[in-house]
Structures are given as structure tokens and as C-alpha cells.
């Protein structure tokens, strides 16, 4: 990469990261005395957490399920109280981040591998806010790889399915070349569908019926509003 490029693409990250901490800022407005929240994963997630955790240590009180270990760890280092599913099996308010959202506020995530605890955390909340910057707004889903959960026996089956739906498929790698695992020891398959997912729920029906399959990156019709940071702003899109 050329210094020319480097300083652009330095810039386009600093403007989206300030763009995703004022979504986290609007979100964590959202927050009431005593509510019981689910807590996201992803650079976007984590600003909301420490914003959460500014609140916390000013006499907040809030319980919450976090959707992976590492947004558990910085909840914990922040004095953010959390409990579980078990315990607290309805929430009130859930924030996370995603990879991709269409007008209809159907989402793409997974990017950072905790998506079976983000679908199963946004899915026990009566309000589902994702934040977001505007790389994240797409007309059509499916720039952005799907990510699918999948047992690592099924993989080649799965491959196979998925590749017949012109998918191109790759298996998600940990730094040091080994299979990813997820917090749930599972492993994720990327999947290329480009251009386009053109019916985003028949593909998540169509994935949830395979075996395998433990979870897919699609969140049809979970999401109340998406906040949507632009350097200051923030717009609020309902669906
Ligand atoms: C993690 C996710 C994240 O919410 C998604 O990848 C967005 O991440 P970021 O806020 O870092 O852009 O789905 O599994």
C-alpha cells in the first residue's frame, strides 16, 4: 500500500470509528435505571460498553448478558454487572453492532464470530438496537460474507450445499492458520453470495434447515431501529 492510500484509509477508519462511538453514545441514552440489557460484540459494541460503563460507575444500575468472552471481560473491567440467560431469560433493551444492514433492517453479522450469542441474546430482548456507521448501510445485502456457524464434521456436506447456491465458500482462520472456533467451539464458514443476497429470508430458512447449520449470520425482522452515527449525528432508522 502507497502512503497516499494508507493516509486515506487511516482517515475513512478514524471518521467511521467516531461515527460508531456516537451511535454507542445514542444508545447508551437509551439505558434506564434497573433495566436488563444484552451487551454486543465488535469495535462498535465495545464503545457503547465503555460508555455503559461510564454511566455505571456514575450510580447506573443495570444487569447484562453479554454475547461473547471478550465482551464480558471488558464488562467485568468496567464494573458492569452481568448475569445470564438462566437467570434473566427476558431483557429489555439489546445493542450491537452489525456488518451490513438493508433498508428493511435485515442484517448481516457475524464479523467477529459471536453470532449464535448475538442471535440468541437479541432474540430474548423486547428491543433489538443495532449501531451503526455508514459503511455498514448497503441497498442489498451480501457484499459482506455470510458467516454459518457450523459443526466441524458437516463442513464438506455443507460446502457442497452451500456451493450450489453459488456461494463461495471459505473456512474462517484463527491467526495462527488453525480453524477459528467460536466462544461455542464451533466453526464458521464464510460465504461469499456477491453480489447480492436477493431474498435474505428465504436464504435464512433455507440454511436453518440444514444439518449441521448451528446458526447463520441473518437477522431478518429482529431489529427495532438501527442508529446510524455520522461524526456527531446520529440518525435514527426504523424499518
Ligand atoms: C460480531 C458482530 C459485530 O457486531 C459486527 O462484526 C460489527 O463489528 P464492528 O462493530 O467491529 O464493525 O456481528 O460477531
Redesign the pocket.
Known sequence: MNQTTKVKKDGVARM?DKA?QSAANAAVEMVENGMRLGI????????FIQQLGRRVQGGLSVVGVA??ERSAELCRDLGIALTDLDETPVLDLAV????EFDGALN?????????LR?KIVAGAAERFV????A??KVDILGAFPL?VEIIPMARQPLTGRLEKLDAVVTLRQAADGAPFRTDENHWILDCAFGPTIDNPMELAQTLSTWPGVVEH?LFCGMTEQVLLGNGNQVQAITG
Open positions: 467511521n460508531k454486543g460484540t465488535g469495535s462498535t459494541a465495545e464503545h454475547t461473547s450491537d453492532g452489525a456488518d442484517l448481516i453479522k457475524g464479523g467477529g464470530g459471536a453470532l448475538e443495532v449501531i451503526a456507521d459503511s455498514k458467516p449470520g
